[in-house]
């Protein structure tokens, strides 16, 4: 999990979902002023503030944070994360390499969980055995005429994969609240707090944790009987959750 790679693809989409936002919240109060294109357009490009962004955010009406869509690029991510993380439907739409059609007999490398990261070499070394046996039968049949998606089968759940997600700030904000939640296992929350960290990094107003954080940083945890009793601060951004919970990913390359 030390080689996983995240990347917004549109950085503008975030500054264009800050602006849309604003304007569609104030179109609905100024609806009496607008007489002709020209006064929706200065409505449009009129200037706000930091603090609009975080009141306009907070409001209970998601609508007017779903003009804008933003595409975040995962690299190295295994095919684990991908079952996961598709489950997410609503205004989410995702693009992933395909078993099918890409070979990769010779080129396949595999995740590596954070908690093996951590283990001792012996343990390390198990687990490396075990996904380099799947991969060696995966080469053994497409050597034998055996199609990639057929032979497919055999690559282990930790194969490294390529995945596009584009969703609204709304759904990107669910996503993290749910997801960045210790409940969800080391892998999907090590990508999603770096998606939320670069996010955050262009808009800390639109991102800051009390709106999009883990839902016990928002109020109260909403898994119940099934919270890990162990809830997050409210003031931590998601490089301090990387920090307090991954150290072992925040001292280089990560």
């Known amino acids: 999990m030390n080689r996983i790679e995240t990347k917004i693809l549109n950085c503008s989409a975030v500054s264009e979902a800050e602006k849309t936002m604003v304007f569609a919240a104030r179109l609905t109060q ?4 607008i007489h002709n294109m020209e006064d929706l357009i200065r409505l449009y490009n009129h200037a706000f503030t930091n603090d609009t962004v975080k009141n306009m955010g907070s409001l209970p ?16 991510a295994s095919r684990r994360f991908l079952s996961q993380i598709t489950r997410h439907q609503n205004e989410v739409k995702f693009m992933s390499a395909s078993l099918q059609y890409s070979n990769y007999f010779g080129q396949a490398d595999f995740v590596k969980p954070y908690e093996i990261l951590a283990a001792p070499p012996a343990v390390q070394k198990l687990y490396e055995t075990s996904c380099l046996s799947d991969i060696n039968y995966y080469g053994q049949l497409c050597n034998t005429g055996i199609g ?18 584009s969703a609204t700030p709304y759904q990107w904000k669910h996503m993290i609240g749910q997801r960045s939640c210790r409940r969800n296992t080391d892998e999907m929350r090590i990508v999603i707090l770096k998606i939320w960290k670069a996010l955050y990094d262009l808009s800390p107003a639109l991102f800051l944790p009390e709106l999009t954080g883990p839902f016990c940083q928002r109020g109260k ?7 890990c009793g162990h809830p997050i601060a409210k003031a931590l ?16 390359d990560n």
């Open 237 to 252: 951004r998601p490089t301090d959750i990387l920090l307090q919970d991954y150290p072992l990913l925040m001292g280089g």
């Open 30 to 33: 100024r609806g009496h002023l």
């Open 61 to 76: 009406h998601p609508a007017i944070q779903k003009f804008a869509v933003i595409t975040v690029a995962v690299v190295g």
């Open 221 to 227: 945890c909403l898994e119940g009987k099934m919270g």
């Open 148 to 165: 990639h998606d057929s032979a497919g089968y055999l690559l282990p759940q930790a194969l490294r994969n390529v995945l596009l997600i």
